[in-house]
């Protein structure tokens, strides 16, 4: 049973990522926890009202009826359980270590795609909070709609520690019957050698077991971001995936510009997965 974590602010984007996770757990099976968080800067404004000291508790009033109503209507539409809670405090750290302490198999969280709004709160927070967590965290593009996972992309630098995330993907789409396109995406001059290149699928392949696996090796003059995009859109992936070390690529694709970071990651669902 997967424990799924959907943020929500009631905005768009978030109510879709609701419903891609709800569409996820009609396969996999599990249930939802929603998750509403008051910044500190609206607690601190509704504390400080005069005119009405009362305003917090009736803005958690309001946010909790709210959440109670949406559960509901999930539970209903999907058949799946779905309960909800509320913290206080910035929304990237206070999502990940809610994730990360209550032992949440995935946190899943919409984005705005192709556009950036700083006056949302999620959506802007969503690259954030992959660096602050621990717990895999799937990002979901306002423009995407749920299709099954007949494709999934994974984009590695062949490293021992693929391994273990490969396993855990398996597990993860085994009941989709994906089909597994995993890609070296490199410069010219960084090309893996053949020899490196068959060792390390035969080895894969033994250590998997999962005979819908297909591997690729891809030179991209320019960025290597772009190529995965490139690629992903080839294959007609439903989902990318990438594994987050420390000082590999995905450090570039994850800038300190939250524009830029959400910008790479706009036209498909993201899987991350964190060392």
């Known amino acids: 049973m997967d424990r799924i974590l959907c943020p929500v ?3 768009e984007y978030s109510l879709n990522a609701l419903e891609y996770a709800a569409n996820l757990l009609q396969i996999k099976k599990g249930y939802i926890t929603l998750l509403y968080i008051f910044t500190e800067h609206e607690f601190s404004k509704a504390i400080k009202d005069k005119d009405d000291p009362a305003s917090f508790n009736s803005m958690k009033e309001h946010a909790a ?19 909800y809670n509320m913290a206080i405090g910035g929304v990237d750290k206070t999502i990940a270590s809610y994730a990360d302490n209550n032992d949440f198999d995935y946190i899943v969280m919409g984005t705005m795609g192709n556009g950036y709004n700083e006056s949302t709160i999620i959506g802007s927070r969503t690259m954030r909070t992959v660096k602050e967590s621990k717990t895999p965290v799937i990002t979901v593009p306002i423009q995407t709609t749920f299709n099954g996972l007949k494709s999934v992309v994974y984009a ?8 273990l995330i490969m396993q855990r993907l398996v597990s993860f789409v085994f009941p989709f019957h994906s089909r597994i396109r995993f890609v070296h995406i490199s410069h010219s001059k960084n090309v893996m050698s053949e020899n490196t290149y068959e060792a390390f699928k035969s080895d894969l392949d033994s250590f998997l077991g999962y005979d819908r696996v297909s591997y690729y ?6 960025d290597i971001s772009h190529g995965i995009e490139e690629f992903v859109k080839e294959q007609h992936g439903d989902l990318l995936v990438l594994f987050k070390r420390k000082r590999n690529f ?3 694709l994850i800038s300190s510009s939250v524009s830029r970071e959400i910008s790479y990651l706009s036209s ?8």
């Open 9 to 11: 602010d009631f905005s």
């Open 65 to 83: 009826q709210k959440l109670k109503v949406l559960a509901e209507e999930t539970e209903n539409a999907f058949q799946v359980k779905c309960e």
């Open 156 to 163: 590695s630098d062949y490293s021992e520690s693929d391994k």
């Open 217 to 222: 090796l891809k030179e991209y003059k320019n």
């Open 250 to 252: 995905l450090d570039n």
């Open 268 to 275: 498909h669902p993201v899987l991350i997965y964190k060392e």
